[in-house]
């Protein structure tokens, strides 16, 4: 895969308007965008058909934690739009997982793929809800369900990457936010770390927001992450 294809860029912007301008001024490096929760009720479905119209394919983060005919709806809804991959919740355990799976099957382009842990949650975090695991643990155990529920991957933090390629087999995609590029502030991530560090570890693709969409100049920022990826 060339490094250009593994760079998911997140638009987390709160008006179509100002997503499509940080398109425009990347420029056509970026073949690859993730639309969350923000720009999907801030600028609705037509921000992503704006997206597939332009070429691009579309990570669409739903985040998706709901029983499993509202989950497998929403991962047809989103087929129909033309996106490239969608996220459920692990913690919502194989049933709503494999809803996911199932309602995806109609399109053939379309990956789904298991939260595990919030790259923001640390393990007392994860005390306060009642799960006693650390993250390492809580993360592995997530992945094994979602594999086990036929999810063509993961979202995970840079951290736990090598460990969950050896869970997942090689065949399986590994999304890693919370990067941040070589001597930046690693913002609010918990559990941060390099584009680089995260391909080397075995992540199929990473996903850089700000870094990006707030550069002073976005196209280079974007090459920057592109830089490091491809440097001996
Ligand atoms: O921090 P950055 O702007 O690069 O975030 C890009 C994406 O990474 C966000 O859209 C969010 O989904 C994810 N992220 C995360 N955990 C955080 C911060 C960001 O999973 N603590």
């Given at each position: ?9 997140a ?104 939260l595990t842990v919030v790259t923001s949650m ?13 993250v390492?643990?809580?993360v ?15 979202i995970a933090s840079p951290r736990d990457v ?13 999304v890693t936010p919370g990067v941040t590029l070589?001597?930046?502030?690693p913002a609010e991530h918990a559990r941060p770390g390099t584009p680089?560090a995260a391909?080397?570890?075995?992540a199929?693709?990473v996903v850089v927001g700000r870094a ?21």
């Amino acid at each position: 895969m060339d490094a250009n294809a593994r760079i998911i860029v997140a638009l987390d912007c709160d008006s179509r308007a100002a997503a499509e301008g940080v398109v425009d001024r990347i420029g056509d490096g970026c073949r690859f965008y993730k639309v969350g929760l923000e720009l999907l009720t801030a600028g609705g479905p037509e921000v992503v058909r704006g997206l597939v119209a332009r070429g691009k394919e579309v990570f669409l983060d739903l985040k998706l934690f709901e029983i499993p005919t509202s989950v497998a709806g929403a991962v047809r809804a989103a087929g129909e739009l033309g996106v490239s991959m969608v996220t459920v919740h692990g913690m919502g355990g194989t049933g709503i997982m494999s809803a996911a799976v199932d309602a995806a099957r109609d399109y053939p382009g379309l990956r789904i793929l298991a939260l595990t842990v919030v790259t923001s949650m640390t393990d007392g975090d994860l005390a306060d809800i009642g799960v006693g695991s650390p993250v390492d643990e809580q993360v592995l155990r997530l992945a094994g369900l979602a594999r086990e529920a036929g999810c063509h991957g993961v979202i995970a933090s840079p951290r736990d990457v090598a460990a969950l390629r050896g869970t997942l087999g090689a065949g399986a995609l590994v999304v890693t936010p919370g990067v941040t590029l070589p001597g930046e502030s690693p913002a609010e991530h918990a559990r941060p770390g390099t584009p680089r560090a995260a391909v080397d570890a075995g992540a199929s693709h990473v996903v850089v927001g700000r870094a990006v969409t707030r550069a002073a100049d976005p196209a280079a920022a974007f090459e920057r992450v592109r830089d490091d990826l491809v440097r001996p």
